[in-house]
C-alpha cells in the first residue's frame, strides 16, 4: 500500500507497528529509501517511595532474549496524553497510584528507524493497589533503593534505554 503524500509505502501492520518504506529528501538535498517503522509511542513512570526506593518490574522480554529491569511502562493508547498512559501504566503494572507527578522529559528509543518517542514522568506520594498484569505480560515487581538502582545502570545489570534515562533524570531532579 503506498502513502503518496509522504511517499510511503507498508510492508507490514501490525497492532503495534506499521514498517514501510519512506522515500525522503535529505536536508543535503539527496533523495533516498528509508526503513521506518512507525511507532505511537510509549510513557514510563519513574515511582519513589517515602523510603528513597525506585518501583522496578523484572520482566521477561522475549525480543531481548530473557529477563530485564525497567521501569513501569506502556505504549501510548489511540486519542491518550503520555500523562495519562504513564498513570495507567504504573497502576496496572505495579499496582500503584501517586499524588505528586512531574515530567522528566522525553527521549527517541532508537530514532534511525523507529518513530518512537518514549516520555518520562517521575511520580511521588504513592499509594499502594492491586496490579493487573496482561496475559503476555511476565513481571515481577521490586522496589529498590534509588542508588543501588543507579549502581545497577552503572554496572550493567540494567540495560533499558527508558530505565537508565528515567532513573538518572530522576537522581538529577531530587538532588
Same mark, same amino acid.
Request: with cysteine; aromatic share 6%; proline share 4%.
Given at each position: 500500500?503506498? +502513502? ?46 517515602? +523510603? ?24 501510548? +493508547? ?21 499524588? /505528586? ?34 496475559? +503476555? ?22 540495560? /533499558? ?15
Amino acid at each position: 500500500m503506498a +502513502d503518496r503524500e509522504h511517499g510511503r509505502r507498508s510492508v507490514f501492520q501490525g497492532r503495534i507497528v506499521d514498517v514501510g518504506i519512506e522515500s525522503v529528501r535529505l536536508p543535503n538535498g539527496r533523495r533516498t529509501e528509508l526503513e521506518i517503522i512507525r511507532h505511537p509511542g510509549g510513557a514510563a513512570a519513574v515511582a519513589i517511595d517515602a +523510603d528513597g526506593r525506585v518501583c522496578l518490574l523484572r520482566q521477561y522480554r522475549h525480543a531481548a532474549g530473557g529477563w530485564l529491569w525497567e521501569l513501569p511502562a506502556g505504549k501510548i +493508547d489511540p486519542g491518550e496524553a503520555p500523562f495519562a498512559t504513564a498513570r495507567r501504566e504504573l497502576a496496572e503494572e505495579a499496582g500503584v497510584t501517586a499524588e /505528586d507527578w512531574s515530567a522528566l522529559g522525553h527521549l527517541h528509543s532508537s530514532p534511525g528507524v523507529f518513530t518512537e518517542v518514549i516520555h518520562l514522568y517521575l511520580a511521588r506520594d504513592l499509594c499502594l493497589r492491586g496490579h493487573t498484569h496482561d496475559a +503476555d505480560e511476565v513481571i515481577e515487581i521490586h522496589w529498590v533503593p534509588l542508588g543501588e538502582a543507579l549502581e545497577w545502570c552503572r554496572t550493567g545489570r540494567i540495560t /533499558d534505554a527508558k530505565t537508565m534515562t528515567g532513573l538518572f533524570l530522576a537522581a538529577a531532579q531530587a538532588a
